[in-house]
C-alpha cells in the first residue's frame, strides 16, 4: 500500500505538471510546420488506406535488387496499430475519464487527436525512414530513428527496454484485467479461469510471428470497429433529441466556471490528455513500430495513414463511448467506473442484450490490442539483441503477465500502466523534436510529386548526403 501510495503520487506529477504541456506543445509545433497536414491531406489519407493505391503500388514495385520485399501491406500496418489503439481506453479509459475528470474530459481527448494527429504523423514518417530489413520483415521505430536518425543507440536501449515492459507487459496485463471484469460482471467467470484461457490463446497466436498478428488483427478489428459503431448510432438516434443537450455538457464542463472555480478544468484536461493518449498513442512511440513494418513507395504514405488511426480511434470510438455514456443517465459519482460504467450505460438504452454486446466487444478489442502489443515488445527485443532465447523468453512472458492481469486491482493496472505510458512518451518525444524537420522534408517532396501528377516515391539520393546518414534503405 505504502509503494503504491509513491506511484500514484509519482503519476500525478508526471502527468499534471509534465507530459499535459509538453504533447500539446509537440502537438501544436508539428501542426503548424506541417501546414497543418492531418487536415490538409485528409482526403488523401482516405485514398491511401481505403483506394487501394499504396498497396497496388508496392505490389507492383519490384525491389531494386530483384528481391521480393519484406514487409505487410499499408492497411495490415494500419490493422496492427489500430488492434493496439482500439482497446481498454475506449470502452473503460472513456468511462474513468468521465468519471474522474468530468464530461469536459471528452472535449480535451478530440483536441489530443485533432492535433497529436500531427506528431503521429511525424513518428510514423521517421519510422519508415529508418526501418532496416529484418528476417521476416522490415523493422523499425522510435528506437531505431534514435540510433540511426540520432545517433544515439543507447537512448534507442532506453526506449526499447520501456516499451518493451510498458506494452508488451503492463499493457497486456491492463487489457487482460479489463476483459476479465467484464465477463465476471456479465457471467460470473472467475478471473482466474478467463485469464488461464486468455494466456493459452495468447501463445498460440504470438508464436506466428508479425505476419500472424496482421492477419488476425485485420479480420478482428473492422468486425469490432464496424459492430460498435453501429450500436453507438443507434444509441444516438434513438436520444436525438438528447444529442445537443450532451454536446453543450462537454463544452460546459470543459471550459465552465463552476469548473474553473473547482479545479474542474485541470482535472478534465489532465484526464481528457492522459486517456486519449492511452488511447490513440499519438506521441507514445507504440504506432511507429507497426508503421515501419508497412511496405510502402514513400514514408509519407504510411506517417498519413497512421495520423488517420488517430481520428478513428478518438473521433470515432472514443466519443461513441462517450455518447452513449452521457446520454444513458448512468450514475457519474464514482460508483460504477471503467468498463463497467460502459456495461450500464449500454444496459440502460438497449437492455440486456447490451451486456453480452459490450462484454464480447470487449473481449476483441482488448485481445487485438494484446496481440498488437506483443509486436511492439518484439520489434523492441530484435533491436536489443539477435538471440533466439531472449525471444522466446518474452513470449513466455507475456502470456504470464496476461494471466496476471486477472489478478490483479483496476487502481493498481491503471497506475502501473500510467506511469510506464508517460515515461515511455517523455523518451519519444525527446527524440522527434530535432529530428521532425527531416519528416517535413519528405512531406515537402510528397506533395510535390503529387501536385506533379506522379505516383509519389521516395529515393534518399534526392536527400543531400548528411540528411542520408543512417539511412540503410531506399535506394
Not at 382 to 403: H, I, P
Amino acid at each position: 500500500m505504502v509503494m503504491m501510495k509513491y506511484f500514484e503520487t509519482f503519476n500525478d506529477f508526471l502527468w499534471g505538471y509534465l507530459l499535459v504541456g509538453l504533447l500539446a506543445a509537440c502537438a501544436l509545433y508539428f501542426s503548424i510546420r506541417s501546414g497543418f497536414v492531418q487536415f490538409r491531406l485528409f482526403p488523401q489519407m482516405c485514398r491511401l488506406l481505403f483506394g487501394g493505391e499504396a498497396n497496388k503500388a508496392v505490389k507492383e514495385a519490384p525491389a531494386a535488387d530483384g528481391k521480393s520485399k519484406k514487409g505487410i501491406s499499408s492497411f495490415q500496418a494500419f490493422a496492427v496499430s489500430l488492434a493496439s489503439r482500439v482497446g481498454t481506453g475506449n470502452l473503460a479509459g472513456v468511462a474513468s475519464a468521465i468519471v474522474v475528470g468530468g464530461p469536459g474530459a471528452v472535449f480535451w481527448m478530440w483536441v489530443m487527436a485533432l492535433f497529436g494527429a500531427a506528431t503521429s504523423f511525424v513518428e510514423s514518417t521517421l519510422a519508415q525512414l529508418y526501418k532496416i530489413k529484418g528476417k521476416d520483415s522490415f523493422v523499425g521505430g522510435p528506437a531505431y530513428y534514435m540510433q540511426f536518425g540520432l545517433g544515439k543507440r543507447w537512448m534507442g536501449i532506453i526506449f526499447a527496454v520501456l516499451i518493451t515492459l510498458t506494452f508488451g507487459l503492463a499493457n497486456s496485463m491492463m487489457q487482460t484485467n479489463t476483459i476479465c471484469s467484464a465477463l465476471e460482471n456479465s457471467f460470473g467467470f472467475k478471473p482466474v479461469i478467463t485469464g488461464i484461457a486468455l494466456a493459452a490463446l495468447t501463445c498460440l497466436i504470438i508464436f506466428g510471428g508479425i505476419r500472424s498478428i496482421s492477419r488476425v488483427s485485420s479480420v478482428i478489428v473492422p468486425i469490432m470497429a464496424v459492430g460498435y459503431l453501429l450500436l453507438a448510432v443507434f444509441v444516438v438516434l434513438t436520444n436525438f433529441t438528447k444529442i445537443p443537450d450532451v454536446i453543450a455538457l462537454i463544452f460546459r464542463s470543459a471550459f465552465g466556471w463552476e469548473q474553473a472555480v473547482g479545479g474542474g478544468i485541470g482535472a478534465a484536461v489532465m484526464q481528457g490528455f492522459r486517456r486519449g493518449l492511452f488511447s490513440n498513442e499519438a506521441g507514445e512511440g507504440s504506432a511507429p513500430n507497426a508503421a515501419a513494418v508497412a511496405d510502402v513507395n514513400h514514408p509519407v504514405e504510411q506517417g498519413l495513414v497512421q495520423a488517420l488511426g488517430v481520428f478513428v480511434d478518438t473521433l470515432v470510438v472514443c466519443s461513441c463511448t462517450a455518447f452513449i455514456i452521457l446520454v444513458s443517465g448512468a450514475p457519474l459519482d464514482g460508483t460504477l467506473d471503467g468498463i463497467n460504467l460502459t456495461q450500464g450505460a449500454l444496459q440502460n438504452e438497449v437492455g440486456g442484450a447490451a451486456v453480452l454486446f459490450v462484454t464480447l466487444a470487449i473481449l476483441f478489442f482488448a485481445f487485438s490490442s494484446v496481440l498488437g502489443n506483443t509486436y511492439y515488445g518484439e520489434a523492441n527485443i530484435r533491436f536489443m539483441s539477435g538471440k533466439k532465447w531472449l525471444m522466446t523468453a518474452y513470449r513466455v512472458f507475456v502470456c504470464v503477465m496476461v494471466f496476471l492481469g486477472s489478478l490483479v486491482s483496476l487502481s493498481t493496472a491503471w497506475t502501473i500502466i500510467d506511469i510506464m505510458m508517460g515515461l515511455l512518451t517523455l523518451c519519444n518525444l525527446i527524440a522527434i523534436v530535432p529530428l521532425s524537420r527531416r519528416a517535413f522534408m519528405l512531406l515537402k517532396d510528397y506533395v510535390g510529386q503529387l501536385t506533379a501528377g506522379k505516383q509519389p516515391a521516395f529515393h534518399k539520393t534526392s536527400l543531400d548526403a548528411k540528411e542520408q546518414t543512417g539511412i540503410s534503405l531506399w535506394d
